[in-house]
């Protein structure tokens, strides 16, 4: 299949480290942020989601934390697994328009 | 319940020619969006719908047409392909309520112009 994200920034990890991939938004009046997981040859999936009234949720081995005041949002994951090497997206939304979506990271993570 | 699918998964198209990707989804969600995807990039809003009979534009609106005659089905045109809309394309859709709005994305579509 085609290859996504050929020229992303890579974040390389242990298998069992934490991992912190970052994104920089744009629009301050955005509502939500949700984190995908993207792997080759597949559309993006839903890892987990934040309203702009919070600044942090957890989920399964993830966690999201948004930085309102410098437009910072974060996804952490603990014990990172060989399946989780893929490329992450944050996408931002406002209302009822469509998402916009970041660049990605690549995260790779090593045995 | 196939979620959203997308037809076809690959297709070639000679510049100036025209076809259609095809976009369903069984879910009854409202929302419906189309996006491209090149290689380095994040994903590019095209055109999105909130309901039947409803359309706007994106991003990168400029050589597509879409149309939402029914909730399930939102079609997006190439009307003459470039070479420059080689990429590969994804249908979005989602609930008008439901947990902070989130996307189901189809399997994609790769278009090759040549």
């Known amino acids: 299949g085609e290859s996504v994200g050929l020229h992303l920034p890579t974040l390389s990890v242990q298998e069992g480290d934490n991992s912190i991939i970052n994104c920089a938004y744009s629009n301050s009046a955005s509502d939500y942020f949700i984190w995908y997981k993207q792997e080759s040859g597949k559309g993006p999936q839903f890892i987990i989601d934040i309203r702009s009234n919070m600044d942090k949720r957890q989920g399964q081995r993830v966690t999201v934390l948004l930085n309102k005041t410098v437009k910072h949002l974060s996804l952490q994951i603990a014990a990172t697994q060989p399946g989780d090497s893929a490329v992450y997206f944050c996408a931002e939304g406002t209302g009822r328009r469509a998402l916009t979506f970041g660049s990605g990271t690549r995260l790779q993570v090593q045995p | 319940n196939a979620g959203v699918t997308q037809t076809p998964k690959f297709q070639v198209l000679k510049t100036g020619q025209s076809m259609t990707l095809q976009c369903a989804q069984d879910m009854n969600h409202e929302y419906m969006s189309w996006y491209r995807q090149d290689p380095g990039m994040g994903l590019r809003l095209i055109h999105y719908s909130v309901g039947a009979g409803i359309t706007d534009q994106g991003e990168v609106p400029n050589g597509y047409n879409v149309s939402r005659s029914t909730t399930e089905d939102f079609p997006l045109r190439l009307l003459s392909a470039a070479p420059s809309q080689t990429s590969v394309y994804f249908c979005?859709?989602?609930?008008?309520?439901?947990?902070?709005?989130?996307?189901?994305f189809g399997s994609g579509t790769r278009l090759t112009v040549v």
């Open positions: 979005a859709s989602s609930p008008r309520t439901g947990t902070l709005y989130g996307y189901t």
